[in-house]
């Protein structure tokens, strides 16, 4: 809900946008233009709507029609594939960090996408500089060229229950901030309560490597060696992490459950310690209530020097092949990643705002004041790396694969030094296949 | 027909009998052509399509493809992946087969014998065919919550651990196969029931007399092979949809955990949905035709032979 006062003040923030931007300045937008809009997640809903309607506001020569979402980032990725082939695709799509390498490269083939990287050096230097930093313009970068803009970016935290910390004799407001100490403290929680599990970290049921890359990267890893063409997790970082996922479930009973049940578990106040997207904070935070103290915290850091953490999230890519379409649309990205529409994304999931202006006194700052656990996020943004993806187009099933080596892991079927030969090897076949 | 032919006759030059055999031949085509002209473009076209894709490399949304001979079918044959869906599809077959004939058959007698109650046991056993499967498989997932389940409460009421039925790999095929048979039996308890009323009465009454009145010397002298091609129309059926499995596992359990319920059918889904190998699908694909049509002759043969007309 946006107060009056609020739209006020994004008015005139918007007006000086478009004084800056020359291309608002052209009578170009003459005849209405309707986009189609494709973007993932149904409950995203929440904020696309609210935006397009902000947006068709502004700019009442566009008009906004959503299609129906896709249930994730993966099914959204296929239709896209397939309207490919038909020549059916929307105007604007919301492509996961993960696919989006994927995607632009099968479009960019079939010279079905337009580069944003034009459209950005049009516009004004000094207004690109006050929205973008160079960090975020990459996130939407494939080969080297800018195809999508950043919309939602999120780096994993850790959520927990402030009493069962408290009673495990951990202080919430100094969690700790390595993964031995973490895991010392989940065997405590685990410890004080006979029907309470520690942690939970869902990596293996997770749908893309995230929660995986999110361990390796912390641990000064990375996903792929020097040459770009094999794994280059088979180091002690990979072990390290596969170590952790095996104390997870060793030490602090981690129930081996789907990511849904355990994230009711943790609702339910079951679970004291909990690693998860940032994205749900407002749903999950909504769903607690008064039941117990929530509370977020940076996630853990073993290599200070090195550690990074991988961006999740998407970025908007433009595929209107119409040019009076793909100017619209390119007003349409500026407006979503601009600071007023960043503003709802934030106060709506808990995603980190993608403009740099959004954390501004006139925008996020007096939210972020009164509800620190939003905050969180952005306390580590410059651990946050751009997704790199495998060569080879099979980072679907490379996941796959190694979620079931790290799920055996975890079962204690594998041990750690073997299930992270079998990583390399299967990840690097899959990645020479094709 | 005659009157066309009355029609014709006086204007042909040619003999009467062979111009009629042409006609006749010709008609019979023409009525047959709609059927088989839909029976082409809707199944045998289609199948051509997937044959011709499995000897390609193509992906979704490439530009274009070459063609790679039998190498798709190479790689079936030793994907680690494929043989464990395979071995996953036949336990589960191994155990909705049986369970769903023989559960099934045991509730139609049951049934058969009440009187007043009758239908109202037909409808209780025949409400979950009726229902879709996505809602029931949801409902499922909520009964066999790993904690705040109903069936875990009441194990923890009886004294027994917790058990996560959908996220234990050695109970996820087992537990799918379950609410498989729970989703069959209704089906073929009809059936079985239909069987069970063709059987004339004074059969039993012949057995009677010869000193057979044990209800298992009825069941083994009279119903069970009187009830022999209904048993093999039963078998095979429940045998092509146990063999189908897919909704439970793409809804419940995502192939999940690790691998454990990956079938046949989830698997060509990924293959083709989720990775784009669509040629690499479409050669999956003809492997689980092939082994549908292999199991259904094999079973209607072997069966056909012992089943007592």
């Known amino acids: 809900m946006l107060h009056r006062r609020d739209l006020l003040k994004s008015a005139a923030a918007i007006g000086t946008t478009a004084l800056s931007s020359p291309f608002l300045t052209r009578p170009a937008q003459a005849q209405d233009v309707t986009l189609d809009v494709l973007y993932a997640f149904p409950a995203f809903a929440k904020f696309h709507e609210p935006i397009a309607q902000e947006f068709m506001k502004q700019q009442s020569a566009i008009k906004i029609q959503f299609r129906a979402p896709a249930a994730s980032y993966d099914e959204g990725h296929q239709t896209m594939l397939r309207q490919a082939v038909t020549n059916q695709l929307p105007d604007v799509y919301y492509s996961g960090y993960h696919l989006l390498a994927e995607l632009v490269r099968t479009l960019v083939k079939r010279n079905q996408i337009t580069e944003v990287a034009p459209l950005l050096q049009k516009e004004d230097a000094a207004w690109r500089r006050a929205n973008y930093s160079d960090g975020i313009l990459a996130l939407g970068a494939v080969d080297g060229k800018i195809y999508g803009l950043a919309f939602n970016a999120s780096l994993p935290i850790i959520y927990f229950n402030a009493q069962l910390v408290k009673d495990a004799g951990g202080d919430p407001d100094k969690m700790p901030n390595n993964w031995a100490d973490m895991i010392a403290l989940a065997v405590n929680i685990k410890a004080k309560g006979a029907d309470v599990a520690g942690i939970a970290y869902n990596i293996h049921d997770w749908p893309d490597d995230w929660l995986f890359r999110s361990l390796i990267l912390q641990g000064g890893g990375q996903m792929l060696d020097a040459s770009e063409t094999a794994a280059g997790f088979g180091t002690d970082a990979g072990r390290n992490a596969l170590a952790h996922c095996r104390k997870f479930v060793a030490d602090a009973k981690m129930p081996l459950i789907d990511w849904d049940s355990s994230r009711q578990q943790f609702i339910a106040g079951k679970i004291g310690i909990f690693a998860d997207t940032p994205a749900r904070l407002r749903q999950v935070t909504d769903l607690i209530g008064d039941k117990f103290t929530l509370r977020t915290c940076t996630f853990p850091i073993d290599d200070k020097q090195k550690g990074g953490l991988p961006t999740g999230g998407n970025a908007a890519i433009i595929t209107a092949k119409d040019p009076a379409k793909q100017r619209a649309a390119w007003e349409f990205l500026k407006f979503v990643s601009g600071p007023e529409a960043q503003k709802i994304v934030v106060e709506t999931t808990g995603y980190m705002p993608t403009n740099l202006r959004a954390s501004g006194p006139e925008f996020l700052a007096p939210f972020y004041d009164k509800n620190p656990n939003f905050r969180t996020v952005s306390q580590q943004i410059e651990r946050a790396k751009p997704w790199q993806g495998y060569p080879g187009g099979q980072s679907v099933k490379i996941w796959r694969t190694q979620r079931e080596i790290i799920h055996a892991v975890m079962r204690g079927e594998t041990p750690v030094e073997a299930g992270l030969d079998r990583m390399v090897k299967e990840s690097n076949a899959l990645m020479k296949s094709s | ?309």
């Open chain 2, 1 to 309: 027909m005659n009157a066309i032919i009355a029609e014709i006759t006086p204007l042909a030059a040619a003999p009467p009998a062979s111009r009629q055999r042409w006609i006749e031949r010709f008609a019979g085509l023409g009525f047959a052509a709609p059927a088989f002209i839909l029976l082409v473009l809707t199944n045998l076209a289609p199948l051509a399509a997937l044959a011709f894709l499995s000897f390609t490399n193509y992906e979704l949304g490439a530009l274009d493809f070459s063609f790679v001979g039998l190498k798709n079918f190479g790689t079936a044959l030793q994907d680690p992946v494929i043989r464990r869906s395979i071995t996953n599809t036949l336990l589960y077959v191994a155990i909705v087969v049986p369970g769903g004939v023989l559960i099934s058959l045991l509730v139609a007698i049951l049934i058969h014998q009440r009187k007043r109650t009758r239908s109202l046991y037909e409808v209780i056993y025949f409400l979950p065919v009726t229902s879709t499967l996505i809602a029931m498989a949801t409902m499922w997932q909520f009964l066999l919550h790993p904690t705040l389940g109903l069936i875990n409460q009441v194990l923890k009421g009886l004294g027994f651990a917790e058990t996560a039925f959908l996220s234990e790999p050695r109970l996820v095929i087992p537990t799918l196969a379950a609410i498989g048979i729970w989703q069959l039996v209704g089906f073929n308890m009809v059936l079985f029931l239909a069987g069970l009323s063709a059987i004339p009465r004074d059969l039993y009454e012949a057995v009677d007399i010869d000193g057979a009145s044990h209800p298992i010397d009825r069941f083994l002298k009279v119903t069970w092979p009187m009830l022999g091609p209904t048993t093999m129309f039963v078998t095979v059926t429940t045998f092509i949809t146990a063999f189908k499995i897919f909704d439970t596992v793409a809804v419940m359990t995502r192939g999940g955990p690790g691998g454990a319920s990956e079938v046949l059918l989830y698997a060509i889904y990924l293959e083709g949905f989720q990775y784009f190998h669509m040629s690499y699908a479409a050669t999956l694909t003809l492997v689980f035709l092939a082994f549908t049509l292999v199991f259904s002759v094999l079973q209607t043969f072997v069966l056909d032979r012992r089943v007592h007309y």
